[in-house]
């Protein structure tokens, strides 16, 4: 079985700052990949960043990055430079390979960027 | 390209009527996902279309909660009859490949639905 738990219900960071939301995962496939999604208000879930658990490279894409630490079973989502558009709620996400394998999320950061 | 399309936007409905959601995934994408979201809870997984076939519906209540994907394209989900518990937003999501580690799911805008 997989899960994946997000300790951090909400989080506030300051505009242009970085802010890092957790996630922790556990599995026993040694095939894994891990994503975050986030979900704006108006409900859309938002693909941002991918990682598999042979990719040797953290993840990036523009301002996210995806700290990768696979002893830990942490791959934590840095977001750099904080917009306002950036709050919203914050999932992490895992799938195992297989033809029948689901993607299954976290219960969600809510971020929250201020002035 | 165009995003996975779904209707209506929001349902309300009384406990033990009937109410059906519909879905069009991005085209060529071969894998069709229902997810439910609770509030303040993550998407869970509901059923797992492959072409017009169902790879995974372990999770689906399937007394009261049926799915299909006609020729492989557009997707209902329907509930009859409804309980208040099933209040929530339903996810439709479509993805190129099956359980490929890379093909991330591209989500809809949901359907939010009330059941009072």
């Known amino acids: 079985a997989q899960k994946i738990t997000q300790t951090q219900p909400g989080m506030f960071v300051q505009e242009k700052e970085a802010v890092t939301l957790d996630c922790t995962y556990d599995?026993?496939?040694?095939?894994?990949?891990l994503f975050w999604y986030k979900q704006p208000s108006s409900g859309e879930m938002i693909f941002l960043i991918y990682?598999?658990?042979?990719?040797?490279q953290n993840a990036t894409e523009g301002r996210y990055s995806l700290n990768f630490q696979k002893a830990r079973k942490s791959a934590n989502l840095v977001i750099s430079a904080s917009q306002l558009g950036d709050s919203a709620m914050y999932f992490c996400a895992m799938i195992l390979t297989g033809t029948a394998s689901k993607l299954t999320f976290g219960t969600g950061t809510r971020l929250q960027v201020t002035l | 390209e165009a995003g996975v399309a779904q209707s209506p936007r929001y349902k309300i409905i009384e406990k033990r009527q009937s109410v059906a959601f519909w879905c069009n995934p991005i085209?060529?994408?071969?894998?069709l996902y229902w997810y439910q979201q609770i509030l303040g809870q993550g998407p869970k997984l509901l059923i797992q279309f492959q072409n017009n076939g169902v790879v995974d519906d372990s999770q689906l209540p399937k007394d009261r909660f049926s799915a299909e994907r006609l020729k492989g394209v557009d997707s209902t989900l329907k509930i009859q009859p409804a309980k208040l518990e099933d209040s929530a937003v339903y996810l439709c999501?479509?993805?190129?490949?099956?359980?490929?580690?890379?093909?991330?799911?591209?989500f809809g805008n949901g359907t939010r639905l009330t059941v009072t």
């Open positions: 599995t026993s496939d040694p095939s894994y990949g």
């Open positions: 085209s060529g994408h071969a894998t």
């Open positions: 990682q598999g658990s042979y990719d040797q």
């Open positions: 999501a479509s993805s190129l490949g099956s359980g490929t580690l890379d093909s991330p799911l591209h």
